[in-house]
């Protein structure tokens, strides 16, 4: 079973949620797509056993077979193609690898070669598989990076999937062959306005979802407003709490340090399954 946790913004606990998450799942392998800047190996630590660069095609100009007829960069959308006197100019970084300019060449005077965007590494952290992706600095998009993440899951039960905040592609390709979807909150305002972004994602995906709510605090909570009032399923709410917090910040995992919270982790992982049953 493949679980996704998203969140619309940063901070909200998505990666706290998911690294513990994985902790209290049998021989579960958590999978870091959050790749332009990954940070569940702070908490886990592994020993790492792998390295796989991950690259893409981006085009290869042959001047000697080149007519100048400019079909190539009359096709390119993004702009990754220019001609000026007579010299074709290749712009690696908004290229989308899409490979049209090739196909379209009448002189088959493009060719693809591959270009290094990022790296993939696995490792091990007592029971769990960390499986991490690294976005190199600068790239436009992380998308081909999880892709190569995603790919070492097949025929893989148990996966926590750390989704990238917010809702955008790279959000949309992580959650792609998930089973569930877990969407976590902190009760604010400005935290529903950014929830309300990853429920309407999991829906148009037609996802299973529940919403786990982090930092509560006595009082009003928007966020839970929120849940109930468009009938989500709350599977867990954890405090805005001192010893979470110390335990956090100090990049411990709070299943391997509390029994209380491992105890609501797997609570947390038994609803999961059920809804998914």
């Known amino acids: 079973?493949?679980?996704?946790?998203?969140?619309?913004?940063?901070?909200?606990?998505k990666t706290f949620i998911s690294v513990n998450l994985?902790?209290?799942?049998?021989?579960?392998?958590?999978?870091?797509?959050?790749?332009?800047?990954p940070n569940g190996h702070l908490f886990?630590?592994?020993?790492?056993?792998?390295?796989?660069?991950?690259?893409?095609?981006?085009p290869e100009w042959d001047e000697s077979k080149c007519t100048f007829c400019r079909r190539c960069v009359d096709f390119c959308r993004y702009n990754a193609l220019a001609m000026i006197k007579d010299n074709l100019y290749v712009f690696n970084e908004v290229c989308h690898s899409c490979g049209g300019c090739m196909i379209l060449c009448p002189q088959k005077a493009i060719t693809e070669k591959p270009r290094e965007i990022g790296i993939v590494e696995t490792g091990k952290s007592g029971e769990v598989t960390v499986l991490t992706g690294c976005l190199?600095?600068?790239e436009v998009s992380g998308v081909p990076v999880i892709k190569a993440l995603l790919e070492k899951l097949d025929g893989i039960s148990d996966t926590i999937i750390d989704c990238p905040p917010g809702s955008a592609c790279v959000v949309m390709e992580?959650?792609?062959?998930?089973?569930?979807?877990?969407?976590?909150?902190?009760p604010t305002l400005f935290?529903?306005?950014n929830f309300q972004m990853v429920y309407e994602l999991v829906k148009q995906f037609k996802k299973p979802f529940g919403a786990v709510l982090n930092k509560c605090i006595d009082g009003e909570n928007?966020?839970?407003n929120f849940c109930i009032e468009n009938s989500i399923p709350i599977l867990s709410k954890f405090p805005y709490n001192d010893e979470l917090a110390k335990i956090n910040s100090s990049g411990l995992i709070a299943a391997r340090e509390n029994v209380e919270f491992a105890e609501q982790f797997?609570?947390?992982l038994s609803a999961v399954k059920e809804a998914v049953l």
Do not use: W
Not at 49 to 56: C, H
């Open 1 to 13: 079973m493949q679980i996704a946790v998203l969140s619309g913004k940063g901070g909200t606990g």
């Open 22 to 37: 994985a902790c209290v799942t049998e021989n579960a392998v958590y999978v870091d797509c959050d790749v332009e800047e």
């Open 44 to 58: 886990f630590k592994p020993e790492i056993t792998a390295k796989q660069p991950v690259s893409v095609s981006v």
């Open 136 to 138: 190199n600095t600068g």
């Open 174 to 186: 992580s959650i792609k062959k998930a089973d569930y979807c877990i969407l976590v909150a902190e």
């Open 191 to 193: 935290g529903v306005h």
């Open 222 to 224: 928007p966020a839970e």
């Open 266 to 268: 797997r609570q947390l």
